[in-house]
């Protein structure tokens, strides 16, 4: 019972941050769950990651939808890019050995926690983009702030597939790639990219999920067990993560998330050496 309750702790403080910054707190989740069960395979860790991102990223969508910050079509387009890179993903972790597991975890963290940190001030807010072959957006949300942006859709597709390879290999979600390419490449403003990274996630995570039911990694099993408790915080903690993204700048978001990722990777490939 301990455990349970501490897992559900875990999630809610994953899931609170995870929403604030439309990551879905896979990123903290699967170092934590890589300390305290260090004898648990890859496979098993991405699974109950994944399985907590859905959760996580279905509360977090409500909450988002209430506030009309959704870019619904661009979201499904995104998601349905995500689908083979999701499954290729699922599929393909269970051939990678623990050791190299967390060695290519820091680099994936580091690599992007790094690039948003020196990346410069303002660059997540721009312009639209103009010219031929664009796809306009106008958003506005429940407070009535009026979102202008527009992006090239192909772009989108692409950014979306590799997220969905390496979200579900690493059990991750996807949100540390896909909220700021979308921010950067694509010029979403950032409370829209974030909002729109939590729908995607729901679908892609729903995705890998599936997999792993299959091939029965997440069964009726202690596994199972974790990553419902993890997930029942995590649903609570969307809420509250969602609310508190309304008084946060946008790029106080971002660089929250690089610092959160360099620390993780650093500590992650501190325990491997």
Avoid: C
Wanted: glycine share 12%.
């Amino acid at each position: 019972m301990v455990e349970v309750a501490l897992l559900v702790l875990l999630g809610f403080f994953v899931g609170g941050f995870g929403t604030l910054v439309g990551a879905g707190g896979g990123f903290i989740l699967v170092p934590i769950l890589l300390f305290i069960y260090p004898d648990t395979s890859p496979e098993a860790v991405t699974a109950m990651s994944l399985f907590a991102v859905m959760g996580n990223a279905a509360s977090g969508t409500i909450a988002y939808g209430l506030q009309r910050r959704i870019d619904v079509r661009s979201g499904l387009l995104f998601a349905l890019a995500t689908l083979p890179g999701a499954v290729a993903g699922a599929w393909f972790v269970r051939f990678i050995s623990r050791a190299t597991f967390d060695i290519l975890f820091a680099v994936v963290l580091g690599s992007v926690g790094a690039y948003l940190l020196v990346r410069r001030a303002g660059v997540a807010v721009r312009a639209p983009l103009r010219g031929r072959g664009l796809v306009r957006r106008r958003i506005t949300d429940r407070a009535g702030n009026r979102f202008v942006y527009s992006f090239k859709m192909w772009q989108g597709m692409a950014i979306s597939s590799v997220v969905g390879f390496v979200s579900s290999l690493f059990g991750i979600g996807g949100g540390i790639v896909h909220v700021p390419m979308m921010a950067i490449v694509l010029h979403f403003p950032v409370h829209i990219a974030t909002a729109t990274s939590q729908f995607v996630l729901v679908l892609m995570a729903a995705e890998a999920t599936s997999v792993h039911l299959a091939s029965g990694t997440l069964g009726w099993n202690e596994t199972l067990l974790r990553a419902g408790a993890i997930t029942a915080g995590a649903v609570v903690g969307a809420q509250v993560g969602a609310r508190l993204s309304s008084r946060v700048h946008g790029d106080h978001i971002v660089r929250a998330l690089g610092g959160a990722l360099v620390l993780v990777s650093l500590r992650l490939a501190l325990s491997q050496l």
